[in-house]
């Protein structure tokens, strides 16, 4: 019997569109798998406490960190993505800033931004390209008028105001924590 190969050339057809809901749940999922992260970081030195607020309701930060044998409480917000640039809305860092200033019986008391910068980058529907993880931690500063601001790949970070970008400079944060994945930019 002789068996003859078919010379049929096929086509990779278009990817299939993804569903909406897909992508927003992955997303999501990035953004606790971050937290997660970050609260089991804490978690693991005993002189720190750090609590996940639950799903995004209104009114609470992302995380809740607290040492009373340093004074100290830290209100998180993290932002995980695969693009060039994760924003965080000005509610965010209100919201923040409003549960640092409750707690008057810590002496220090920031509000720190954790930004992790996915090893692949998406250029495209489904499509990525390798790149560095990065982390960046940024403290807000009280000074700075509260607006949406954008943390860049390499931990720049920028005011949105009127849809433009303006520099804003935060400051980086050393967390109590081994940080393998950790940048530190020059400007800050």
Known sequence: MLLLKSSKITTNPDPPIKDNKKIAR????????????????????????????????????????????????????????????????????????????????????????????????????????????????KVWDKTHQINDFVCSYEGETYSLIDGKRQRLDLKDHAMPFKMRHSKITDSA
């Open 26 to 137: 992955t997303r999501r999922q990035r953004g606790y798998n971050w937290e997660d992260t970050l609260v089991k970081r804490f978690n693991v030195m005993s002189d720190w406490k750090a609590f996940r607020l639950g799903s995004p309701s209104v009114g609470l930060p992302d995380i809740l960190v607290v040492s009373t044998k340093h004074s100290t409480i830290f209100t998180i917000e993290a932002k995980s993505g695969t693009t060039n640039s994760l924003t965080v809305p000005y509610d965010q860092i209100q919201r923040c800033l409003k549960w640092t200033d409750t707690f008057e019986v810590y002496g220090t008391r920031k509000v720190i931004f954790a930004f992790k910068f996915l090893s692949k980058k998406r250029i495209g529907l489904g499509q990525y390209e390798k790149r560095e993880l990065r982390e960046f931690y």
